[in-house]
């Protein structure tokens, strides 16, 4: 059946939208258009790109629903851009995570095998000693101030495992593992509510233990000796996870409460 006019004009619309979403998506990720930026009007969209209004709000459709940016309506409205970054990885794996019904245990034995690797690979850094050991230095110093207080000190500790993540060299291997522990980080906050409300949060002790293991992690790192810092965050991985999967031993992850969590900290 030979198509319409009115239909070759909505297949010809869609294309020109694909084209002008694909031209702004471009930007966005080499850095033309900054993260938090507003994108130009309607007006000057249709100008630059030489496509009707229609084309263009279709575009603008495309990009909020893969994330890029979130229109605001009314007379102070506009587009603004959202660069993606470790969050929305994290959500995304998240999403497919929880649509294969991955369990919370399977995810910590995931981070059980590759942050010890990350962990080594600080250690194996030329310059760890000015650029990696200050800062976690400072995250052992705020941790170990918050030991009195079970939440605050889960949060704590779950940025010194970021950290030490976020320290890797390989920037591939740095997205993965940040994403997953960006995904672990919420599944163990919830722990920690959970535990605080029951009244069961690991006693004073036991975090001390942990913040001790942190600290003999961090020394090792500075030495440079990555066998015995990949040993060290292995044990301690091992350690801290069976209190949140004995929890959680069922518990499929929740993609959507990342995202609820990480919305209400932005």
Request: hydrophobic share 40%.
């Amino acid at each position: 059946m030979e198509s319409t006019g009115s239909e070759r004009a909505k297949i010809g619309q869609m294309r020109m939208a694909e084209q002008v979403a694909s031209a702004l998506r471009d930007r966005i990720l080499e850095g033309g258009i900054s993260d938090g930026s507003t994108l130009p009007k309607q007006d000057e969209l249709v100008a630059e790109f030489g496509v009707s209004y229609p084309s263009v709000r279709e575009a603008l459709r495309i990009l909020e629903t893969e994330g890029f940016i979130t229109v605001r309506r009314g007379n102070r409205g506009g587009a603004i851009v959202h660069a993606p970054d470790i969050g929305t990885a994290g959500y995304a794996l998240g999403l497919t995570l929880q649509s294969m019904q991955v369990r919370v245990p399977d995810l910590g034995a995931a981070l059980a095998t590759l942050e010890p690797l990350c962990a080594a690979r600080c250690a194996q850094r030329s310059d760890r000693k000015r650029a990696v050991v200050p800062r976690l230095r400072e995250l052992l110093a705020a941790s170990e101030g918050c030991i009195e207080d079970g939440a605050a000190f889960t949060r704590a500790s779950r940025e010194f495992h970021d950290a030490v993540v976020g320290f890797d060299p390989n920037a591939t291997l740095r997205v993965v593992v940040k994403s997953l522990t960006s995904l672990w980080s919420v599944q163990e906050e919830a722990w920690a509510d959970v535990q605080m409300s029951r009244g069961s949060y690991p006693s004073p002790a036991e975090r001390t233990a942990a913040q001790q293991a942190h600290e003999r992690l961090v020394t090792s790192i500075e030495q440079g000796d990555a066998d015995e810092a990949a040993r060290l965050a292995g044990e301690h991985l091992t350690a801290t996870q069976r209190w949140v999967c004995r929890t959680f031993k069922d518990r499929v992850l929740d993609a959507a409460s990342a995202r609820n969590r990480m919305f209400r900290r932005g």
